[in-house]
């Protein structure tokens, strides 16, 4: 059976605290003795001898504390939205309706500040018309994007209001592997608004497929507290009851909760947050390397003592870390103070940075371990650098001119391929791979040039139109 990856709003049964319940019925039932009593199976009386286990209350993890605090600080967020009237919606609902028509959906957001910012998933408010937000004492408002980040799945939103509930954003770096975390949200509807669940951090720095480029960190938090669809944007707490993720997705084959979570450390969420607030878009910086695991293998070949790190397969030209010094070949162990054991802590690391950052990056080079400085720039920076494969990078994606026969296939006569469309403004904007960009504020183009030389002229927004993989058209405008 195919598993589905998806993304959800998630829900809780707080098995934990099932499992409490029945611990402490049996506590408190027990007759012979205090606390629990094993069987000795070395009697030799006929009669099981016993041990007495002294249990109390506080042998087992009390939530309310965590609970009671930080569900006033989870809202439930409904939205409305248009139908875009595509193929696969029905032609007789269409000519009876008048075609595209609105449909409704729901999700989970948490209050960060007093003044009514709200932290949700971009999945959640995509597309939407009107969003509503409702606190957990049913006071209801309306809400406003101020600011999206597909690339992170999350988004910022905010109601007119004062004085509202918060959570405190705790250091995500800091979860420990088996730490119980508390999901807060309204799965499955505005019916079980405000539902709690527990369950433990079962693993950090998860990767998840990057299908249709919705996720592109591989940082998720994993964990195994029961959530489901209507959850997402919610929170996950700790026992402080601090906010430690945004809940985003689970992994089921039947659309329902089968055992994992994932969400977005609150590190990730603080910048996301952060650049929103004082830019409207996210400042991402960038390393200017591709990377690769360190095995077994390749950790004997390089004699190395463990397999921490990863081996640096290509230095991009011109980028940060060909500016540093550094080579392909090396093996990059840490950034600042932080170990970097895998590509995923990499990318957390070069996540938290804004470009003009400066930090050392320690590497393993001929088996020398040396620090080197690295300052950081913008994914954005170098529009119109050529790659090694002939490709153009701009607004974070690298394009390509197309070949006659390309272009004949989608019936076009001009225009320039979204080889990737990365991390960067492009890929924020809508951009996919395999999109086709036909105008750059209403002018025709026909090669890589073209593109980076009429973006340059504009002086506030670039406004892009195409067709995407799939032969539809596609537009989007983004900001300089």
Same mark, same amino acid.
């Given at each position: 059976?195919?598993?589905?990856?998806?993304?959800?709003?998630?829900?809780?049964?707080?098995?934990?605290?099932?499992?409490?319940?029945?611990?402490?019925?049996?506590?408190?039932?027990?007759?012979?003795?205090?606390?629990?009593?094993?069987?000795?199976?070395?009697?030799?009386?006929?009669?099981?001898?016993?041990?007495?286990?002294?249990?109390?209350?506080?042998?087992?993890?009390?939530?309310?504390?965590?609970?009671?605090?930080?569900?006033?600080?989870?809202?439930?967020?409904?939205?409305?939205?248009?139908?875009?009237?595509?193929?696969?919606?029905?032609?007789?609902?269409?000519?009876?309706?008048?075609?595209?028509?609105?449909?409704?959906?729901?999700?989970?957001?948490?209050?960060?500040?007093?003044?009514?910012?709200?932290?949700?998933?971009?999945?959640?408010?995509?597309?939407?018309?009107?969003?509503?937000?409702?606190?957990?004492?049913?006071?209801?408002?309306?809400?406003?994007?101020?600011?999206?980040?597909?690339?992170?799945?999350?988004?910022?939103?905010?109601?007119?209001?004062?004085?509202?509930?918060?959570?405190?954003?705790?250091?995500?770096?800091?979860?420990?592997?088996?730490?119980?975390?508390?999901?807060?949200?309204?799965?499955?509807?505005?019916?079980?608004?405000?539902?709690?669940?527990?369950?433990?951090?079962?693993?950090?720095?998860?990767?998840?497929?990057?299908?249709?480029?919705?996720?592109?960190?591989?940082?998720?938090?994993?964990?195994?507290?029961?959530?489901?669809?209507?959850?997402?944007?919610?929170?996950?707490?700790?026992?402080?009851?601090?906010?430690?993720?945004?809940?985003?997705?689970?992994?089921?084959?039947?659309?329902?909760?089968?055992?994992?979570?994932?969400?977005?450390?609150?590190?990730?969420?603080?910048?996301?947050?952060?650049?929103?607030?004082?830019?409207?878009?996210?400042?991402?910086?960038?390393?200017?390397?591709?990377?690769?695991?360190?095995?077994? $293998?390749? *950790? =004997?070949?390089?004699?190395?003592?463990?397999?921490?790190?990863? /081996? %640096?397969?290509? @230095?991009?030209?011109?980028? &940060?870390?060909?500016?540093?010094?550094?080579?392909?070949?090396?093996?990059?162990?840490?950034?600042?103070?932080?170990?970097?054991?895998?590509?995923?802590?990499?990318?957390?690391?070069?996540?938290?940075?804004?470009?003009?950052?400066?930090?050392?990056?320690?590497?393993?080079?001929?088996?020398?371990?040396?620090?080197?400085?690295?300052?950081?720039?913008?994914?954005?920076?170098?529009?119109?650098?050529?790659?090694?494969?002939?490709?153009?990078?701009?607004?974070?994606?690298?394009?390509?001119?197309?070949?006659?026969?390309?272009?004949?296939?989608?019936?076009?006569?001009?225009?320039?391929?979204?080889?990737?469309?990365?991390?960067? $403004?492009? *890929? =924020?904007?809508?951009?996919?791979?395999?999109?086709?960009?036909? /105008? %750059?504020?209403? @002018?025709?183009?026909?090669? &890589?040039?073209?593109?980076?030389?009429?973006?340059?002229?504009?002086?506030?927004?670039?406004?892009?139109?195409?067709?995407?993989?799939?032969?539809?058209?596609?537009?989007?405008?983004?900001?300089?």
């Amino acid at each position: 059976m195919k598993t589905n990856f998806l993304i959800v709003a998630l829900s809780v049964a707080l098995s934990g605290a099932t499992a409490y319940g029945v611990a402490k019925y049996a506590m408190d039932n027990t007759q012979p003795i205090a606390g629990t009593s094993v069987a000795d199976s070395g009697s030799h009386s006929g009669q099981p001898q016993y041990k007495t286990v002294n249990l109390s209350l506080s042998d087992y993890p009390d939530f309310t504390f965590a609970a009671e605090n930080a569900v006033e600080a989870v809202v439930y967020v409904k939205v409305t939205m248009k139908n875009q009237g595509n193929g696969n919606a029905d032609p007789f609902f269409q000519f009876f309706f008048g075609g595209p028509q609105e449909r409704q959906g729901s999700g989970s957001g948490v209050i960060i500040r007093p003044d009514g910012y709200i932290v949700t998933n971009n999945h959640v408010v995509a597309g939407a018309t009107t969003i509503e937000v409702t606190l957990n004492n049913n006071k209801t408002y309306e809400a406003k994007v101020i600011g999206t980040d597909p690339a992170t799945d999350v988004a910022l939103i905010k109601v007119e209001a004062d004085g509202l509930p918060t959570l405190q954003l705790a250091d995500s770096d800091k979860l420990r592997l088996g730490e119980w975390v508390l999901a807060i949200g309204s799965p499955l509807g505005e019916e079980l608004r405000s539902t709690i669940t527990a369950g433990i951090v079962s693993a950090k720095g998860r990767s998840m497929p990057n299908y249709k480029g919705e996720f592109k960190i591989e940082s998720f938090i994993q964990t195994d507290a029961a959530v489901n669809p209507g959850n997402s944007g919610g929170a996950l707490v700790n026992k402080e009851g601090q906010l430690v993720g945004i809940n985003t997705a689970i992994i089921s084959t039947n659309n329902a909760y089968q055992g994992y979570s994932f969400a977005v450390p609150s590190n990730i969420v603080r910048k996301i947050v952060a650049d929103l607030i004082d830019f409207g878009s996210v400042k991402r910086a960038k390393l200017g390397i591709s990377m690769s695991p360190i095995d077994a $293998k390749r *950790a =004997q070949e390089l004699k190395l003592s463990d397999v921490s790190g990863v /081996y %640096i397969e290509e @230095v991009v030209k011109g980028g &940060p870390a060909d500016k540093a010094g550094l080579k392909k070949g090396d093996i990059l162990v840490a950034i600042g103070a932080v170990p970097t054991k895998n590509a995923s802590d990499v990318q957390v690391q070069v996540n938290s940075f804004h470009p003009g950052d400066k930090s050392n990056v320690t590497i393993i080079r001929d088996g020398k371990k040396m620090e080197i400085p690295v300052t950081f720039e913008s994914v954005d920076d170098n529009n119109g650098a050529v790659l090694e494969d002939g490709d153009v990078l701009f607004y974070g994606a690298s394009i390509r001119a197309m070949e006659k026969s390309e272009l004949e296939r989608l019936g076009l006569k001009n225009g320039v391929l979204v080889k990737k469309a990365g991390n960067g $403004k492009m *890929a =924020q904007a809508g951009a996919e791979d395999g999109f086709v960009i036909c /105008y %750059i504020n209403d @002018v025709a183009v026909s090669k &890589p040039q073209d593109v980076i030389d009429i973006a340059k002229k504009s002086r506030r927004a670039v406004y892009v139109e195409g067709v995407t993989a799939s032969g539809r058209p596609g537009y989007f405008a983004f900001g300089k």
